[in-house]
């Protein structure tokens, strides 16, 4: 059993700050990649950014240089902090894990909830 929590989302003003945090739980033998998506309505679920769990991360070209991913591998959590909020980066923020749950264990694509991300103009 493997869960997501993520939390930090809310409303705020464009330019504004967020920082979202996943926290992964459960039967984790080894995390290994960790990333950020993102869907407003009526549109497809996107990549924001991700994290290999050496610390490599690519982002989506519209947040390079307004979002920084990272991961504390002892929490098993990534955080996503969010500069320069625009009113375009609305939308559910969803948080991906790949986690092997034991040796014999194929990596698996686990998903939060997701947390609801608002930015007014």
């Known amino acids: 059993q493997v869960q997501l929590v993520e939390s930090g989302g809310g409303l705020v003003q464009a330019g504004g700050s967020l920082r979202l945090s996943c926290a992964t739980s459960?039967?984790?033998?080894?995390?290994?990649?960790m990333g950020w998506y993102r869907q407003a309505p009526g549109k497809r679920r996107e990549l924001v950014a991700r994290?290999?769990?050496?610390?490599?991360?690519n982002y989506t070209a519209s947040v390079k240089g307004r979002f920084t991913i990272s991961r504390d591998n002892a929490k098993n959590t990534v955080y996503l902090q969010m500069d320069s909020l625009k009113p375009e980066d609305t939308g559910v923020y969803y948080c991906?894990?790949?986690?092997?749950?034991?040796?014999?264990?194929?990596?698996?694509?686990?998903w939060g909830l997701g947390t609801q991300v608002t930015v007014s103009s």
């Open positions: 991906r894990a790949d986690v092997q749950a034991s040796y014999h264990s194929a990596i698996l694509l686990y």
């Open positions: 459960g039967n984790i033998f080894s995390l290994n990649a």
């Open positions: 994290i290999t769990s050496g610390g490599n991360t």
